[in-house]
């Protein structure tokens, strides 16, 4: 596994991560839109408004969050074919960006130290995401999520400092 | 090291509350003045206000803070405890401390205190101020931290030699060796070139200006100034006539500028007085100031940036400013590295030299950086094609602006023809041609065996060097019209940068080129370990 990974040649984070950002982008966007929603039916019960005007409204909001949840069902897809990382004994570079693309060299000697978190979905995933820290500026953390979780630990593992691997 | 026992609690000073209010009230005092003026007919509200919001405030928080600041001598470090609702304690081991630097104004002269200032290697920001000491009080803090320390030193020397650790100082040995001192005149030259005092004389010519009582009898004043001013210059003052008012107004922006200059001298003059840099064990220290007197250490390995940055100014008087980004902090990893990051201590860029004549610029470089030799650098372009983004862009927001202007020309009733509009592409046209030009012919990249050199700029030109070993990331950026034309960005990260200022990040690179830069930036950083 080690072998195959540092290897310097750029890899795909894992395709969950794609299931995991649809799921993310569409249920928040339906959740934001059903809670935006409600008030309409209602006072229409009530009878403050008429049923054309309910009826044009439902049809502007299928457009509108019908719009958005396409574009949260794509997006997850095009970040994951744009990002990619690559490791090798040196360190680590990762390539991100759709418009703009953004290649990021971090020297495994300029790492201060390594975290990997799983939020909940993540776990439910087996995924994780690796952030890497450096004592710079703009680049004082760098994350690379969507990763299996087990290669998130190698990464890890890899990008720990010398001497703290030694005491480990 | 149980022989130094741990001292009684030290207090500050009596009157440390009028320092203390004073130091955080300077920020105020524009403000205020503004709110005094410009409040006509509710002047009494507004003094209850500054008093309510401000004052009384401030005056309390300072009082609690002399009552509950307090410091005491231990073995081997100096402890701190400050902090009002949140406690703060702070320990600084003797050994580090570098220096008690002392900041005296004329009033600290006039009390006998001073606001002491605890130093060390971090650079950039001071560990501690203890603001304000008596001189006793500063006498014994230098002694107690000068002896403590070389009773530290000698149970440090049977434990664990450590070569970084030298006794405090409390002065310039005579061994120090002066590498710059600004004599009167290269402040005045300093003072004339820079910009400062520019918000001071446009508000005191926003204040004259509505002092001015525009409805008043002109005419008897030009009578006035006819009398005064010798018969062949009488043709000038024309009661009638448009030219005085240009006359008058030209004077007044002449007047405006002139002020302006002369303000920024004496501000510098004042501020920058006597500047020294010199050279000691470890590191540079620089000490200026007339009223207020400053003196920082500048620890030579912790310099993260060194920029060489000329204005157009500058060059007329082949002079140069040399700025430094440091990276305050400890071991990495450390307390100490967290609290100096907390307090922002990470972004402080600071002076090397804040004027010197280029023939000199380079041996300064040098002090600080051995391995670089400005003179010799084989700069190396851009992409050819550099030049035609930049005008590209600049034609398609001058054909915005034409449009723009014709069209509000045509569709307003200003009595100018839409036509005039050309001129707007006519003569831009040829100026972005020839700024572009210059721009791309001054901007360059050079890599030698430890540092990366960018230099951009047409006017105020910048050149910024960064050793290998204190990058951390290096990134290449595509925007789409880099991919485009095959064309890429390269941008290097340090420790502690400033968001202003000059960095490494050059532009219009061709791709190849540029993953090239990438490349021997990765393999060169691979081989260094940084060090804070």
């Known amino acids: 596994m080690t072998a195959s990974l540092i290897d310097g040649q750029e890899h795909a984070v894992d395709p969950r991560s794609v299931t995991l950002g649809q799921i993310l982008g569409v249920g928040s966007t339906l959740a934001t839109g059903i809670t935006v929603f409600t008030p309409l039916p209602i006072t229409w019960l009530l009878g403050g408004i008429s049923g054309r005007t309910l009826a044009i409204a439902i049809a502007g909001w299928a457009l509108a969050f019908g719009g958005v949840v396409l574009f949260c069902y794509f997006w997850p897809k ?4 744009h990002l990619r990382y690559r490791v090798d004994q040196a360190g680590v570079r990762i390539r991100r960006g759709i418009l703009w693309r953004n290649t990021i060299s971090i020297p495994a000697s300029r790492v201060q130290h390594t975290d990997v978190s799983q939020g909940p979905l993540q776990r439910r995933y087996g995924l994780a995401t690796l952030t890497v820290h450096t004592a710079g500026t703009e680049g004082a953390s760098i994350s690379l999520e969507g990763l299996d979780r087990d290669i998130a630990f190698l990464l890890r593992d890899h990008l720990l400092p010398d001497d703290e691997r030694e005491a480990v | 090291m149980m022989n130094a026992k741990p001292s009684e609690p ?61 410091y005491r001598f231990d073995a081997e470090e100096l402890v701190i405890r400050d902090g009002i609702l949140t406690k703060k304690e702070r320990h600084i081991p003797y050994a580090r401390i570098h220096n008690i630097a002392l900041v005296r104004n004329p009033v600290h002269r006039i009390f006998a205190v001073a606001s002491a200032r605890i130093e060390t290697a971090a650079g950039g920001k001071p560990e501690a101020v203890m603001r304000v000491l008596s001189i006793a009080a500063v006498e014994e803090l230098r002694a107690e931290t000068m002896q403590r320390s070389r009773v530290a030193a000698t149970v440090d020397s049977d434990a664990e030699a450590d070569a970084d650790e030298t006794e405090p100082r409390t002065g310039a040995r005579a061994g120090d060796s002066v590498l710059l001192q600004m004599a009167p005149g290269e402040l005045v030259r300093l003072g004339l070139i820079s910009n400062r005092g520019f918000i001071v004389v446009a508000a005191a010519s926003g204040l ?11 005419g008897s004043y030009y009578a006035g100034i006819i009398d005064l001013i010798p018969s062949w210059a009488t043709w000038l003052i024309d009661p009638v006539s448009l030219r005085t008012p240009v006359l008058f107004g030209v004077a007044a922006v002449v007047l405006f500028f002139v002020l302006l200059r002369l303000f920024s001298v004496a501000w510098h003059v004042i501020r920058y007085h006597n500047f020294t840099l010199r050279r ?20 030579a390995e912790r310099i993260q940036l060194t920029t060489v940055r000329a204005t157009l100014l500058h060059r007329l008087f082949a002079r140069s400013s040399l700025d430094l980004e440091m990276a305050g902090a400890g071991e990495a990893g450390s307390d100490l590295e967290q609290h100096l990051a907390a307090g922002g201590a990470r972004k402080a860029r600071q002076w090397l030299a804040p004027l010197v004549e280029d023939d000199r610029t380079n041996a300064l470089i040098r002090e600080v950086l051995p391995e670089v030799d400005l003179d010799s650098i084989q700069w190396n372009p851009l992409s050819t094609r550099a030049r035609r983004r930049i005008m590209k862009r600049s034609v398609i927001a001058l054909v915005f602006l034409t449009v723009g202007v014709s069209a509000t020309l045509a569709l307003t009733p200003v009595p100018v023809s839409a036509l005039h509009a050309i001129w707007l592409p006519l003569l831009g046209l040829p100026v972005t041609l020839l700024a572009a030009t210059g721009w791309v012919q001054n901007a360059g990249y050079a890599l030698n065996a430890h540092a990366i050199f960018f230099r951009s700029g047409l006017l105020t030109r910048n050149i910024t060097i960064v050793r290998f070993d204190k990058m951390q990331t290096v990134a290449l950026g595509e925007s789409p019209f880099d991919r485009r034309r095959q064309m890429a960005s390269v941008k290097v990260d340090t420790a502690g940068a400033a968001t202003a200022g000059h960095r490494i990040d050059i532009p219009y690179l061709d791709r190849d080129v540029a993953e090239a830069i990438v490349e021997r930036l990765y393999v060169e950083v691979r081989g260094t370990e940084y060090r804070w």
């Open chain 1, 78 to 81: 095009l970040h994951h074919r």
């Open chain 2, 10 to 70: 030290r207090r500050l000073h009596g009157l440390s509350w009028v320092f203390i209010t004073a130091s955080s009230m300077k920020g105020f005092v524009v403000p205020a003045i503004v709110v005094l003026i410009f409040s006509a007919g509710g002047t009494m509200a507004s003094y209850q206000l500054l008093g309510g919001m401000v004052i009384i405030p401030t005056l309390i928080g300072a009082l609690l803070k002399q009552a509950i600041y307090n």
């Open chain 2, 208 to 218: 004259l200006w509505q002092t001015i009582d525009w409805d008043a009898d002109w």
């Open chain 2, 280 to 299: 000691e064990d470890d590191g540079l220290r620089t000490e200026y100031g007339l009223f207020t007197q400053v003196s920082s250490l500048i620890p």
